[in-house]
């Protein structure tokens, strides 16, 4: 089963335009991670917080995690047209299972 | 520097044939492996993961199921292909509570 839930499921802005994506998890974590995919490819790690810590920046992007109310959002400042992907968070529980959320799918018009 | 190998790339089979996937990783040793599967447009579902040789946890039992039969190589079976099991099918790895890193994944149909 998904652990996490995106929101919005797919985000359309305009190049320039800030996106921020939502992730909400169900049980106790020791990290949470984002990631990309671009159409029919692996997917590829952006950016890992762990538990004891609230917010995390790399480069244009900026994580926060909120682990009171089990949830996590993901801001990609300044878009560009090749931010354009599916962006996934992903929570280790217990035991390593890594398991990921429902993606949110990024639209940047040029 | 660690590298994670699945192929084929695309398998098209018939409907009661068997499946093998295979996954291996170079430079790491004692890796997490974990397979999943992804339908068009959606989220990726968990299906096996493994934190040792011979320690598989299944997350989605059916028609599926996973070995490691080496400390590198996480294999995806099938004796019997359903239509359902069309899908793309990604492997991954990690160090323990660590990033996860992805093969380029297998897109397998099921006619």
């Known amino acids: 089963s998904q652990q996490g839930e995106e929101d919005p499921q797919a985000l359309s802005i305009q190049e320039g335009e800030n996106a921020t994506m939502n992730c909400s998890y169900k049980?106790?974590?020791?990290?949470l991670q984002w990631y990309r995919q671009n159409s029919g490819r692996g997917l590829v790690h952006l950016i890992l917080?762990?538990?004891?810590?609230r917010e995390k920046h790399s480069g244009r992007l900026r994580v926060t995690l909120d682990t009171s109310k089990k949830s996590s959002s993901l801001l990609i400042t300044a878009s560009r047209a090749a931010d354009t992907a599916s962006y996934f968070c992903?929570?280790?529980?217990?035991?390593?299972?890594?398991?990921f959320g429902t993606g949110t799918r990024l639209a940047v018009r040029p | 520097s660690q590298t994670i190998h699945q192929w084929p790339a695309t398998l098209v089979q018939p409907v009661g044939s068997p499946l093998s996937l295979e996954c291996t990783v170079e430079g790491t040793s004692n890796p997490n492996l974990y397979w999943y599967r992804q339908a068009a447009g959606r989220g990726l579902q968990l299906l096996f993961y493994s934190v040792g040789i011979g320690q598989i946890s299944s997350e989605v039992p059916q028609n599926l199921s996973a070995s490691r039969p080496q400390d590198r190589q996480f294999i995806l079976s099938s004796k019997k292909l359903l239509l359902s099991d069309s899908g793309f099918y990604l492997c991954a790895w990690s160090d323990p509570g660590a990033r996860a890193f992805f093969g380029q994944g297998t897109r397998l149909t099921v006619v």
């Open positions: 917080i762990r538990s004891n810590e």
């Open positions: 049980t106790s974590i020791n990290n």
């Open positions: 992903a929570t280790i529980s217990s035991g390593d299972k890594l398991t």
